[in-house]
């Protein structure tokens, strides 16, 4: 469920501030607790820190922007709940992807049948729809079958 991150006050008093930076990303992960953003009046600058644990998914209100009301939406997190069975598929295929190809060590040493043997297997986390711009008759010789 996509939780809402809203213009703090920065005093019982305050009305309306002004978003100063974003240090986060559409995009981007964040944990509870990050600072994901500035915020200042005329007297002081707060950061504002995620309420929740998800990607960034939208901001709402560009840094720069003078006088925002206190408790309007400046942002979105999107949490696991907020993504579809695809969706989870996509990062599920990005984390490996990252941990098998991007992280790998200086001295990996496969051959090629076994760097693209490894593709396909990555391949086979997402269903054959997604691979939309593979040739069918690769999807029906490479990918993977059902065990």
């Known amino acids: ?11 019982p008093t305050m009305e309306k501030g002004n978003l100063a930076k ?6 981007d992960t964040v944990k509870s607790g990050d600072i994901i953003a500035e915020i200042e009046t005329d007297k ?4 504002v820190e995620a309420a929740d644990e998800g990607t960034l998914g939208k901001i709402l209100v560009p840094e720069g922007t003078q006088d925002v009301a206190v408790n ?6 999107l949490g696991d709940a907020a993504l579809s069975d695809t969706d989870k598929l ?3 295929f990005a984390d490996a992807f990252e941990a098998e190809y991007v992280s790998q060590g200086y001295f990996t040493n496969r ?12 391949l086979g986390i997402l269903p054959k729809s997604e691979l939309k711009r593979i040739k069918d008759v690769f999807i029906e010789q490479y990918y993977p079958k059902e065990a």
């Open 44 to 47: 002081a600058t707060m950061e």
């Open 72 to 77: 309007t939406p400046i942002a979105v997190i």
């Open 90 to 92: 996509y990062a599920k």
């Open 111 to 122: 051959t090629i049948e076994e760097t693209l043997n490894l593709g396909w297997k990555l």
């Open 1 to 11: 469920m996509p939780t809402d991150i809203l213009m703090p006050a920065l005093s």
């Open 22 to 27: 974003w240090l986060k990303k559409e995009g």
